[in-house]
Antibody, heavy 119, light 112 residues
Framework: QVQLVQSESELKSPGASVKVSCKTS????????MNWVRQAPGQGLEWMGWINTNTGKPTYARGFTGRFVFSLDTSVSTAYLQISSLKTDDTAVYYC????????????WGQGTLVTVSS | QSALTQPPSVSGSPGQSITISCSGS?????????VSWYQQHPGKAPKLMIY???KRPSGTSNRFSGSKSGNTASLTISGLQAEDEADYYCCSYRGGDSFAFVFGTGTTVTVL
């Protein structure tokens, strides 16, 4: 069965970096695009962008350029989200979500990774 | 990028039907049949309930249905059950100068 398993929660200081992983199983990671979604505490869902898992090309939503990087390691079926120069406003749960093969929706989600940025 | 507009909360008694609206624009909901709906229980990941406006993934109860008129999409839950109490988010593809998705503001459904 399809599974997306994310890395554990992280506590970081402002200015540090964090790398969240999303390990896939039950399908070939290169067959479906991967999206990233942010949810700040008590807030709604926000689409951050996606990565073409065939070419490795990332596309970032407005507001997620510069400090945010999507990457892949297809040899271990894993997608990554790296955030640099962390700010307290980056405190949120970050989800990876598989694109449903051209239906423009997200059919499988990781369990979420809480990133807390605090001094 | 501005979010789609949903009512903050909707409530109903067990067995009743409720409808959640999702208001967008001609750049998203109004021009594309790529509206999806997600259910999120507290502390859990979102779950796909409806895709392409009206389609249900396998395993989704037929009590959930979707529709669209103009720039507004809707999710209807019929025969409301206690387990339906959750947050619901719509999402639409947004065309234009770049490939993008936009989520709705979210609606909390309370079963009275």
């Amino acid at each position: 069965q399809v599974q997306l398993v994310q890395s554990e929660s992280e506590l970081k200081s402002p200015g540090a970096s964090v790398k969240v992983s999303c390990k896939t199983s039950g399908y070939s990671i290169t067959d479906y695009a991967m999206n990233w979604v942010r949810q700040a505490p008590g807030q709604g869902l926000e689409w951050m962008g996606w990565i073409n898992t065939n070419t490795g090309k990332p596309t970032y939503a407005r507001g997620f350029t510069g400090r945010f990087v999507f990457s892949l390691d297809t040899s271990v079926s894993t997608a990554y989200l790296q955030i640099s120069s962390l700010k307290t406003d980056d405190t949120a749960v970050y989800y990876c979500a598989r694109d449903n093969g051209g239906d423009f929706d997200f059919d499988y989600w990781g369990q979420g990774t809480l990133v807390t940025v605090s001094s | 990028q501005s979010a789609l507009t949903q009512p903050p909360s909707v409530s109903g008694s067990p067995g009743q039907s409720i409808t959640i609206s999702c208001s967008g624009s001609s750049s998203d909901v109004g021009n594309y049949n790529f509206v999806s709906w997600y259910q999120q229980h507290p502390g859990k990941a979102p779950k796909l309930m409806i895709y392409e406006v009206t389609k249900r993934p396998s395993g989704t109860s037929n009590r959930f249905s979707g529709s669209k008129s103009g720039n507004t999409a809707s999710l209807t839950i019929s025969g409301l059950q206690a387990e339906d109490e959750a947050d619901y988010y719509c999402c639409s593809y947004r065309g234009g100068d770049s490939f993008a998705f936009v989520f709705g503001t979210g609606t909390t459904v309370t079963v009275l």
